[in-house]
């Protein structure tokens, strides 16, 4: 009887939040996923590398910056660059923070090792998203993209954040999906993608246009 | 072909491109390019193997660098770009409205930067070849033959972003 009711304590809140993760998943792939937020939309943005980094901020700079507040931008402990094109793109100090996590993939680093060193970055990546309480996630490629919006799923599940991914991919990318954007097809909320025929791989894309 | 390119831009980007540099310099190639006009050539050459400075080969006048931290000035003064098959060259350089030949690196055949290019160049915004092919490409092509690139328009994108996220109006 005893290991009964332990069982029953133990499995019932598992089952509760697969049941929220199945939930969540379904949700994500079937609709439109909105958000309504009683003041601003605190806005996350994953800095990847390089020309990814250009990009997302050359479409994020169109964003409403009164609405989409205050932002914080994640990006990669050895990514020097791409902070001076953050301060570059933001005007006043004030509404903008930067975060570094360890990056998750280096160039040219195996499959095989990648998987612990994403498990690390995204260890880092916990406090981080959960102090933020972000309402929306902007993201656009390698580097930060993947451990960010996984902890946000997962904390989104255990209902401690409320908040949506967006994953834009990148001008690149013309007829395949990148391998961020075929594992955050399956939970981010939105997918945009910057090639019409881009739609046939990957059905949930949505296309705009070109973005950047 | 009309001789109008006096003013070419080579840029090989961040990294290297060793065979570019050794194919552009060679005397049947500076011969190509000065049958389309070529007088003055400004060359980025990153850290391939080659010392920068200014040199006069085949009655070309090459300038040679490695590194600017923008490298936008030189495509808007040049009338012809040769550039290496990066996404943000390729776009800069079209964004600027101008002639792009794309040289593929066929040593990083894995990268997905070759998918850029060939699409662009079906969409008729820029020509793209090998080192092997530089020669009969320049001789071939006919720049003015390419298409504008239409500019980006985000406004479809952050008017669906603003339906789906919203901001409750305030009671007041």
Redesign the interface.
Known sequence: MGVWILGWFVFAPLVVILLRVFYLIFLVLSTDSGLESESTLRTILCIGSGGHTTELLRIVRNLDHQKYQPRLYILADNDVSSEVKIHKAELSPAKYALERIPRSRNVKQSYLSSIGSTLYATLHTIPVVYNFKPNVIFCNGPGTCVPVCVVAFILRCLFLIDCRIVFIESICRVRTLSLTGKILQYFADVIVVQWPQLRDSCYRAKYFGRLT | MSKKYQKCFITVG?TRFDLLVETIMSPSVLESLKKIGCKVITFQIGNSDFQPGIYDKEGVQINVYRFKDSILDDIVSADLVISHA???SC?EVLEARKPLLVVVNEELMDN??I??A??LQIDGHLYYCTCDTIESTLEMLDFSMLTPF?K???????K?????????PKAK
């Open positions: 961040t990066g996404a943000g776009l997905h930067q998918e850029l060939e699409q239409p980006p328009d985000p406004t479809l994108f952050i669906y972003l603003d339906d789906v996220f919203r901001v409750k």
